[in-house]
């Protein structure tokens, strides 16, 4: 018996992928580097995991001489931008949404993103109020 939804952001909801590769590479640009630099093993390891641990691995693998939580904040504030101007929701979206309310599921977002992330989403395509549960890469450790 099916007693809740929980729905990840990032690629199911929203189309971010290609938003999150050109944050970090305009990021990486300013320090000589380039996301086609890392290895596609790397790249591919990155699935799931929270930006924050991302770019630590990016920075370590490219021996960038940088604080992580200053990169992490130009490539935030790069990232979020794009998502106000560009950001698109994925078919099926609201649709999916009103179904699940319509039946009485309870409804929650669980991601490896930020809360800020998560919250301009919702706020952006008008839909926090289908979700009962919030839980961010901001709320847990790994």
């Known amino acids: 018996m099916i007693k809740g939804i929980i729905y990840d952001l990032d690629d199911l ?3 971010s992928h290609p938003l999150h590769v050109q944050a970090t590479e305009a990021v990486l640009e300013k320090f000589g580097h380039s996301f086609d630099e890392l290895p596609e093993k790397l790249k591919s390891s990155f699935v ?3 930006v924050i641990d991302i770019l630590e691995e990016t920075i370590e693998y490219l021996k960038i001489d940088v604080s992580l939580e200053n990169f992490y904040q130009e490539r935030n504030n790069i990232f979020l931008k794009l998502v106000e101007e560009r950001l698109q929701a994925l ?11 319509k039946n009485g599921y309870p409804i ?3 991601s490896s993103v930020s809360t800020r992330y998560i919250d301009l989403v ?3 395509f008008d839909i926090a109020d289908y979700f009962t549960l919030v839980i961010s ?3 847990v450790e790994k």
């Open 122 to 124: 919702l706020k952006k």
């Open 108 to 110: 929650a977002v669980a």
């Open 137 to 139: 890469g901001d709320d």
């Open 48 to 50: 799931g995991m929270r």
């Open 91 to 101: 078919p099926g979206l609201e649709k999916s949404l009103k179904l699940f309310k």
């Open 13 to 15: 909801m929203v189309n």
